[in-house]
T-cell receptor, first 113, second 116 residues
Framework: DTGVSQDPRHKITKRGQNVTFRCDPISEHNRLYWYRQTLGQGPEFLTYFQNEAQLEKSRLLSDRFSAERPKGSFSTLEIQRTEQGDSAMYLC???????????FGQGTRLTVV | AQTVTQSQPEMSVQEAETVTLSCTYDTSESDYYLFWYKQPPSRQMILVIRQEAYKQQNATENRFSVNFQKAAKSFSLKISDSQLGDAAMYFCAYRSAQGGSEKLVFGKGTKLTVNP
């Protein structure tokens, strides 16, 4: 499967714990995006990388959230001191420079209890 | 800030019939892209169709076509000859072509049910 891969698919954590998600984009894609989707809503943009550079961040990405993309390959999204409001599906997508068509992964579903 | 509105939380269609999903958006920009994405249950979101705002011609992809009305800021999706596999959440999305922003702005989605 050469699509966007996300790990884990599901994560249950206690409030206050830290969690980290991984995204492996399609290999030749230099652009990588993170979105958050809560129940009954469309995805909301979190952040965007071009290669290893984080070029855009949403105000949704509070100080407890950090994303990295070392070497411009896979990316990680870490949430520190999780809160119940962080419960959501976290989606990763990647694209080429041109055409800028985003391919999405299946997401990581986070439940904070 | 741009917003995308999908006024139909749920729609249903009989197999082989045609259905139209509505989407309106608000922007002050003149250059942008519009998309329809499909999200089947427990599956990843996939791009159905894309429209560049500078193109007057409506985009078409097989059974999927759009009605893009730039002045009205309307971007509806028509699915012809509906199939059971079309059942999914459908999201309308906007992306600016100005200012370097890469973010997609999504609507809340329309759940499409296809009845056999």
């Amino acid at each position: 499967d050469t699509g966007v891969s996300q790990d884990p698919r599901h994560k249950i954590t206690k409030r206050g714990q830290n969690v980290t998600f991984r995204c492996d984009p399609i290999s030749e894609h230099n652009r990588l995006y993170w979105y958050r989707q809560t129940l009954g809503q469309g995805p909301e943009f979190l952040t965007y990388f071009q290669n290893e550079a984080q070029l855009e961040k949403s105000r949704l990405l509070s100080d407890r959230f950090s994303a990295e993309r070392p070497k411009g390959s896979f990316s990680t999204l870490e949430i520190q001191r999780t809160e119940q409001g962080d419960s959501a599906m976290y989606l990763c997508a990647s694209s080429l420079e041109n055409p800028r068509r985003a391919f999405f992964g299946q997401g990581t579903r986070l439940t904070v209890v | 800030a741009q917003t995308v509105t999908q006024s139909q939380p749920e729609m249903s269609v009989q197999e082989a019939e045609t259905v139209t999903l509505s989407c309106t958006y608000d922007t002050s920009e003149s250059d942008y892209y519009l998309f329809w994405y499909k999200q089947p249950p427990s599956r990843q979101m996939i791009l159905v169709i894309r429209q560049e705002a500078y193109k007057q011609q409506n985009a078409t992809e097989n059974r999927f076509s759009v009605n893009f009305q730039k002045a009205a800021k309307s971007f509806s999706l028509k699915i012809s000859d509906s199939q059971l596999g079309d059942a999914a959440m459908y999201f309308c999305a906007y992306r600016s072509a100005q200012g370097g922003s890469e973010k997609l702005v999504f609507g809340k989605g329309t759940k499409l049910t296809v009845n056999p």
